[in-house]
């Protein structure tokens, strides 16, 4: 177990449901991440939340919107979303918002996300 | 499987030979360097990492070489087993997390 856990693991859901990915982490870290990874492309970082403030809302469409209740969760509201968001969500904790601290960051295994 | 692992730049190795895994970075002011190993229905796990004033930094079983002058930095596994099947990538900081940036993937497949 890494120490962020996400659920559900997989999800498969129509362009006009809501869902929400939740992501809990109890490494006592500050900052907390949401990233999209797709085949044959790199990480895309989505949102940062710093001590549950959001800092970063790297350019990403209003269909997710994510929240921050208290430094140990974070959820990412799903509505609306179209094929082309199909991919892997992975939560990622760090000490700080600063990059990378040392041993970098923490991820959790991922949501399998299928929009039909 | 990953889907994250398909079509990507794939090393098939015989199971207790030695590993390498490359990846060249863009940054020139990038001052740390990590890698970090995906498994199959996992998130990415810290192997180990390097800053930019050293050159090489070993782990257990793990070496991390970092060439500066032509931005390239490597992986070496050392006896390589069948549990180091993954999808191995880099990631370059640069300073804050907005200048994290990873690498695509190579997916090493060990052959029993």
């Known amino acids: 177990e890494t120490g962020v856990t996400q659920t559900p693991r997989h999800l498969v859901m129509g362009m006009t449901n809501k869902k929400s990915l939740k992501c809990e982490q109890h490494?006592?870290?500050?900052?907390m991440y949401w990233y999209k990874q797709s085949a044959k492309k790199p990480l895309e970082l989505m949102f940062v939340y710093s001590l549950e403030e959001r800092v970063e809302n790297n350019s990403v469409p209003s269909r997710f919107s994510p929240e921050c209740p208290n430094s140990s969760h974070l959820f990412l509201h799903l509505h609306t979303l179209q094929p082309e968001d199909s991919a892997l969500y992975l939560c990622a904790s760090s000490q700080d918002y600063n990059g990378h601290g040392r041993y970098g960051y923490t991820f959790g295994s991922g949501t399998r996300l299928t929009v039909v | 499987g990953e889907s994250v692992g398909l079509h990507l730049p794939t090393l098939s190795v015989q199971e207790g030979d030695n590993s390498i895994i490359n990846c060249a970075y863009s940054?020139?002011?990038?001052?740390?360097f990590i890698w970090y190993k995906q498994e199959s229905g996992k998130g990415p796990q810290f192997i180990i990492d390097i800053r930019s004033n050293m050159d090489k930094r070993q782990g257990q079983r793990v070496t991390v070489l970092l060439n500066k002058t032509v931005k390239h930095l490597s992986l070496q596994i050392a006896a390589t087993q069948p549990g180091d099947s993954a999808v191995y990538f880099c990631a370059e900081n640069s300073g804050g997390y907005q200048k994290v940036t990873f690498g695509i993937g190579t997916k090493l497949q060990v052959i029993p």
């Open positions: 940054n020139s002011a990038s001052d740390y």
């Open positions: 490494l006592g870290h500050n900052a």
